[in-house]
């Protein structure tokens, strides 16, 4: 190893140790911060579920007239497929409409003599379109009310419930736009917290800097043993967070499939344990590195 | 070797550290400079140093002006003055071995090099048995030899010495001042900064007086008149 990187690394880790409480200070924060990032991260798993799911609820239903053969709407459903913004067409022809709407009744007696009496089904044959994002069904309704097809379709269910999705589009688009944010946010506030503690750190050792310079240390040799002292913050700041999720997602983890209806974070926190603590390791290192680097710099003038 | 030309400090025009002092340092010279505090004794060593920026006129270590060096030219001059100041400004977590390490390896020294000159630094000034200890475990004068065994240990060409005896006794202050000498002797130019009569007369060498800013006597064989 370089003799430089190996004497900075030295005393970066003795520095951390004789500096005792300011380490620690500095350590401390930079938790709260990493344990600010991986909640968010947490939060966002949670939120993200919840929308698809939601989502997924949402879709438009096509019916036919009676007289529409199937080859005729299966063609429309193939014509559909096409389409880039359907992500799934389901076909329920007559009869399977009819068995759905006997099993969904089967309590009801009133309704099943009644269907008993009748000789014809009286339901119709549809399709159930579902779009990759609910903002797109009324392109979709829009072209099968005004392509060739649309003297097959009796109704399409969309502008009955036009209000409701598109309300509910806008509401999903604003979440999302309200969970980036508020991550965005949050998150630039912790790195501010870190940064700012990380500088009054360096800032109680302003004067040593001041003295390594004048006996003739180059701006790099003070520098690398504060930035090694950063990374150190990070590193330890990474561990502890990781550690703190154990206890915290156990606890959490029914709740957030009883609120939330999953994931599980328990079982996400285990799942994804390396990629989350990687994702810790890295910010708290780039953040103690970064803060640490910009906090010397000023008192590199000397 | 070391010429300051014309230089002057004006912090306000109700505060004047050095108003156009020139005088040059030949090599081997021993220079104390006086003068009553506030006369512009410290300013002008950290004008040599480049730590402070003169408002006007120009500093020369040898050939080159020191306040025009390059981020990357300075610490090499540095390396070639070793500094002693009156409040010693060791670094405070490290022992007194490590300060004196530290200078060595921003010089770039290899361990060997650092493990072979750091005791030797400690053995002249009598400070073996201190080498683990920590600024706060030593005594003022104790400080003082860490911080001059600093200054000495890469062989530098000058020696400045900033009031290094104000904050010790009578008793450290002659040790200090003998060190100083022998330093001197082994070939090394001082540049010291002091209010002590007693220093500055003892020494029978240059005496450069400094009065408001402003060089008031420069004798080849002075003592401290003011």
Known sequence: MNVQLRRAIKEGIINFWRNGLVSVAATLVMVLALFVIGSLLFSNVLLTSALSRIEEEVDISVYFKKEAAEDEILSVKSALSQLPQVKAVTYVSEDEALERFKTRHTANALITQSLDELDDNPLQASLNIRAGDTGQYEVIARFLDSSAYSKLIDKINYFQNQVVIERLSGFLAAARAVGFGATLVFSLIAMLVVFNTIRLAIYTLRDEIAVKRLVGATSRHVRAPFVVEGALYGAISAVVSIIIFYPITMWLGPASVRFFGGPNLFDYYLSNFFEIFLILFVMGVLLGVISSSVATRRYLRV | ?226
Request: glycine residues 6%.
């Open chain 2, 1 to 226: 070797m070391i010429y300051f030309d014309k230089v002057s400090k004006v912090y306000s025009p109700t505060s004047i550290a050095l108003e156009d002092v020139s005088f040059s340092v030949e090599p081997k010279e021993f220079v104390s400079i006086v003068g009553h505090s506030g006369a512009g004794k410290t300013t002008l060593l950290k004008m040599l140093l480049a730590e402070d920026k003169p408002t006007s006129g120009k500093v020369f270590f040898e050939s080159i002006n020191v306040h025009e060096a390059s981020r990357d030219e300075l610490p090499k001059i540095r390396r070639r003055i070793g500094s002693i100041f009156q409040d010693f400004r060791l670094l405070p977590t490290k022992t007194a071995y490590e300060n004196i390490a530290f200078a060595m390896e921003a010089a770039g020294a290899t361990d060997e090099d650092v493990e072979n000159d750091v005791p030797q630094a400690l053995e002249l000034v009598g400070l073996v048995n201190k080498a683990l200890h920590f600024p706060h475990e030593l005594s003022g004068g104790e400080k003082q030899r860490v911080a001059i065994a600093r200054a000495i240990v890469n062989h530098p060409e000058v020696i400045l010495a900033d009031e290094p005896t104000g904050n010790l006794d009578p008793i450290n202050t002659k040790e200090i001042a003998e060190l100083l000498k022998k330093i001197n002797n082994l070939g090394t130019t001082v540049m010291l900064a002091t209010h002590n009569h007693d220093v500055v007369n003892s020494l029978g060498r240059r005496v450069i007086t400094l009065d408001k800013g402003k060089l008031a006597r420069d004798d080849k064989k002075g003592r401290y008149i003011i």
